[in-house]
T-cell receptor, first 114, second 113 residues
Framework: DGGITQSPKYLFRKEGQNVTLSCEQN?????MYWYRQDPGQGLRLIYY???????QKGDIAEGYSVSREKKESFPLTVTSAQKNPTAFYLC?????????????FGDGTRLSIL | RKEVEQDPGPFNVPEGATVAFNCTYS??????FFWYRQDCRKEPKLLMS???SGNEDGRFTAQLNRASQYISLLIRDSKLSDSATYLC??????????????FGTGTRLKVLA
């Protein structure tokens, strides 16, 4: 069954620690995205990638980093520079970023501060 | 003005009612439009794409009005299971040819027994 897999489902971060959220897709989609959602708020774009080995900052990239070494994988690292990391993180993909195709989402990772 | 605006609700409606949501967007060059459903503490799931001619999927009808720059979602014969937040998403390109998906903050629907 094709889809997007995010792991872990829940993650706890200690002060000063970097943590990495995994996102894997087997939909053969070119474009992948990371969003953050805070309670009662809309989705905000962190980073996106249109093709392997290329990615761009979204609206709230500070304190985050990504890589896109394989088409299937787009991991997100939440660094210690991100002072308010507690949120629901959603990974998405689309066939390409041409604007016609919809995005499909993984089931998210909830990150909390210890 | 926000790029994509939705009434946050909540819309409380009885089972069997018809309910409609609107979503306005600011960029007249917007390319494509979608409605997603998001249940509490879950990921958004694609409900339907919105086509220029309007489209229907069972009890759900989506329409696009480019002149007034809004899209709408109509739900007929509401079920308890329709209770969720409905997200409007607009895809627009910029001068560099990059396309971005812009999300509304969602409209919350509660269907009451």
């Amino acid at each position: 069954d094709g889809g997007i897999t995010q792991s872990p489902k829940y993650l706890f971060r200690k002060e000063g620690q970097n943590v990495t959220l995994s996102c894997e897709q087997n939909l053969n989609h070119d474009a992948m995205y990371w969003y953050r959602q805070d309670p009662g708020q809309g989705l905000r774009l962190i980073y996106y990638s249109q093709i392997v080995n290329d990615f761009q900052k979204g609206d709230i990239a500070e304190g985050y980093s990504v890589s896109r070494e394989k088409k299937e994988s787009f991991p997100l690292t939440v660094t210690s520079a991100q002072k308010n990391p507690t949120a629901f993180y959603l990974c998405a993909s689309s066939i390409r970023s041409s604007g016609i195709s919809p995005q499909h989402f993984g089931d998210g990772t909830r990150l909390s501060i210890l | 003005r926000k790029e994509v605006e939705q009434d946050p609700g909540p819309f409380n409606v009885p089972e069997g009612a018809t309910v409609a949501f609107n979503c306005t967007y600011s960029n007249s060059a917007s390319q494509s439009f979608f409605w997603y459903r998001q249940d509490c503490r879950k990921e958004p799931k694609l409900l339907m794409s919105v086509y220029s001619s309007g489209n229907e999927d069972g009890r759900f009808t989506a329409q696009l009005n480019r002149a007034s720059q809004y899209i709408s979602l109509l739900i007929r014969d509401s079920k308890l299971s329709d209770s969720a937040t409905y997200l409007c998403v607009v895809n627009m390109g910029d001068s560099s040819g990059t396309y971005k998906y812009i999300f509304g903050t969602g409209t919350r629907l509660k269907v009451l027994a």
